[in-house]
């Protein structure tokens, strides 16, 4: 199982809205064959794990176990049900890591194969399962998306200094590594001000990948036209309490002022936007913070930085520290949050 969380872990960024799943076919001990889900509207990673097993081992299919890190699906979608799929090649015994929170798989896949007379175990390292599905249980179960919060600061709790001079607080590896970030995730959010401030095209431009769906709050419709997060890399969403339009990769999405965050979150996930990157700035990120609704933050500090007089940077409460790690002088920081809503 541990193998298939690593094979799942593969498909990170290139899979969403469908979860990360890693399969391994084990006879005798030995894995036969092996695959993971690699991306959106491809073969799930049950067909490619049995399609990898070479021509001389495919007899000894019938008689392996089927590892698997997610309940095999039992519907028609982008394509046909993994769970016939284990019943078509016979094969007697599957370890299953997690139930499928999706209402349409929730446990009908395990009844199908039970039905067939396979044997199913499960749960089996369930934590860690649902841990690399975070985003996808998040939001399935709490019916929005998976929230992650994002800041640098100096030594001395400043995000930025005072006056119209950019600071750069991360170093050139720290910052290749927010690519990724950004990579890995739907989309990814600023506020007002910092759309025009820092005037940011908000891509994953230094990391190998897709960009992220990119999302404004621009309440009063202040921005000009001119910005880099109304160019034509990525398709861009605009919160605001005015309109409604569509126009090229363009979306305004009005909103009231009342609840504005919990209403968002409720339009991304109709729009079957499953996590975001939140960016900045610090009143928009504290926002997130004051109402519950985060779920991770990754806060990066320059170790040799000091702003003084600067803005400070948001205040964490309710978290848990999970890991931490030194690239150069810069400290990440990775914190969950102990009282998620």
């Known amino acids: 199982m541990q193998r298939c ?10 899979v969403a809205p469908n979860p990360m799943v890693g399969a391994v076919l084990v006879y005798k001990g030995v894995i036969i064959g092996e695959g993971y889900h690699e991306k959106f509207g491809e073969p799930h990673a049950e067909v490619n794990c049995i399609n990898s097993v ?3 081992n495919r007899k000894f299919i019938k008689s392996s176990r089927l590892f698997v890190s997610l309940e095999p699906c039992a519907h028609f979608g ?71 919060l994002k800041w640098a600061k100096s030594l001395d709790g400043k995000i930025a200094a005072d006056g119209d001079v950019r600071t750069l607080i991360t170093n050139d590896f720290t910052n290749k590594l927010v690519h990724r970030w950004r990579r890995e995730e739907a989309a990814i959010l600023v506020g007002t001000n910092t759309a025009l401030e820092d005037n940011p095209k908000l891509t994953s431009r230094l990391w190998t990948g897709k960009n992220p769906i990119r999302i404004v709050i621009d309440k009063e419709l202040r921005l000009p036209a001119g ?28 909103i009231s002022h009342e609840n504005l965050i919990v209403q968002m979150l409720n339009q991304l996930y109709q729009r079957n936007i499953q996590s975001i990157l939140i960016e900045g700035g610090a009143i928009t990120i504290q926002h997130f913070i004051d109402s519950g ?24 409460t309710n ?12 400290l990440v920081s990775y914190y969950k949050n102990n009282n998620r809503q």
């Not at 609704?293 to 964490?316: F, H, Q």
């Open 78 to 148: 982008k394509t046909p049900p993994c769970s016939q799929l284990i019943i078509k090649e016979n094969i007697p015994e599957v370890i299953i890591g997690c139930r499928d929170s999706y209402k349409e798989v929730a446990g009908k896949g395990i009844i199908q194969l039970e039905q067939a007379g396979i044997r199913v175990t499960t749960p089996f390292l369930e934590n860690e399962c649902r841990e690399t599905n975070k985003r996808f249980f998040t939001f399935h179960e709490m019916k929005r998306p998976y929230i992650i």
């Open 5 to 14: 969380l690593q094979l799942a872990t593969l498909g990170t960024g290139n």
């Open 227 to 254: 910005l880099n997060v109304f160019n034509a890399e990525a398709p861009t969403i605009i919160f605001n309490t005015i309109k409604n339009l569509r126009k090229d990769n363009i979306e305004w999405i009005k």
């Open 54 to 56: 070479i021509e001389e």
């Open 319 to 330: 978290f848990i520290l999970e890991k931490q790690e030194t690239i150069e002088k810069d």
């Open 293 to 316: 609704l985060w779920d991770e933050s990754r806060v990066i500090t320059n170790t040799k930085m000091l702003i003084d007089k600067g803005v400070p940077a948001p205040e964490v």
